[in-house]
């Protein structure tokens, strides 16, 4: 009966985790992994072992990265200037230092928008940087929920 208390507290923090992914304000994929860490350290890593934990830790920590980056690596497919990726780079960071997680979404497009137009671009052309800086946020966010449905999946594998 124990393990499956656990199981649904390890579920719950993950389905949180997966709503993260959408609403800014939550921390997604570290809350999914800290459910899987949950479940697998109290059952003494029987079912989930240490080594999966510890890789999908590392792919957690690797999504934060992404969160910051994945945006100027979008601006620049849609041909941004040094200064539209800059932009978007420093609107990532500075928009999560003031503004927290929705600061991850304003911070890049903003950031991108200023750039191009530091750089003398046109409006159109700043837009549609910071229109990739967005589509970056997308890919980066699609990465994330599906990261988290495979560590639900191993936590629901883990029963059986």
């Not at 124990?2 to 800014?24: N, Y």
């Not at 994929?29 to 029987?46: C, D, E, N």
Request: proline share 4%; glycine share 12%.
């Amino acid at each position: 009966m124990e393990i499956i208390f656990l199981f649904l507290i390890s579920l719950i923090l993950m389905l949180v985790g997966l709503a993260g992914v959408i609403l800014p304000f939550l921390p997604g994929v570290p809350l999914a992994w800290l459910g899987l860490f949950i479940f697998a350290i109290s059952t003494h890593f029987a079912n989930i072992p240490l080594i999966t934990v510890l890789v999908f830790l590392g792919l957690a920590i690797m999504t934060l990265i992404l969160d910051l980056v994945i945006p100027s690596l979008g601006a620049k497919k849609y041909q941004a200037s040094k200064y539209g990726v800059t932009g978007a780079f420093l609107g990532s960071l500075l928009g999560i230092v003031f503004f927290g997680f929705p600061g991850i979404v304003i911070g890049p497009l903003v950031g991108a928008v200023l750039g191009e137009l530091l750089a003398r671009k046109t409006i159109e052309q700043a837009t549609q940087s910071a229109w990739g800086a967005f589509l970056g946020f997308l890919a980066g966010t699609l990465v994330k929920a599906v990261l988290i449905l495979i560590m639900i999946g191993f936590l629901v594998i883990s029963l059986f």
